[in-house]
């Protein structure tokens, strides 16, 4: 069993900056691939931002140069620090990880998700 552990959303002003934690626990071998996630209302699921266990990262169009994800695997977490935010960044931000089980198994998990609401 895998717990994922969100934290560091809230409502913040635009230009303001905000830093989402997730931490990982449970049956866990190795941690792969880790990302985040966002789903505003009335649209769909999108990645925001990636990172593989090598330390490569992919981000969406619309937060290059101001989001910046990053992680921790002797913490088995992963960061996303945002800045500059935009009205347009509002949603829910989820965590997910592909991982190795200690069964030896591939697995793919999801977090609860924290809301992130840029408004003035």
């Known amino acids: 069993q895998v717990q994922l552990v969100e934290s560091g959303g809230g409502l913040v002003q635009p230009g303001g900056s905000l830093r989402l934690s997730c931490a990982a626990s449970?049956?866990?071998?190795?941690?792969?691939?880790m990302g985040w996630y966002r789903q505003a209302p009335g649209k769909e699921r999108e990645l925001v931002a990636g990172i593989t266990r090598g330390g490569s990262t992919d981000y969406a169009d619309s937060v290059k140069g101001r989001f910046t994800i990053s992680r921790d695997d002797a913490k088995n977490t992963v960061f996303l620090q945002m800045n500059s935010l935009k009205p347009e960044d509002t949603g829910v931000y989820y965590c997910?990880?592909?991982?190795?089980?200690?069964?030896?198994?591939?697995?793919?998990?999801w977090g609860q998700g924290t809301q992130v609401t840029v408004s003035s």
């Open positions: 449970g049956s866990i071998f190795r941690i792969n691939g």
């Open positions: 997910n990880v592909d991982y190795r089980t200690n069964s030896g198994h591939i697995a793919n998990y």
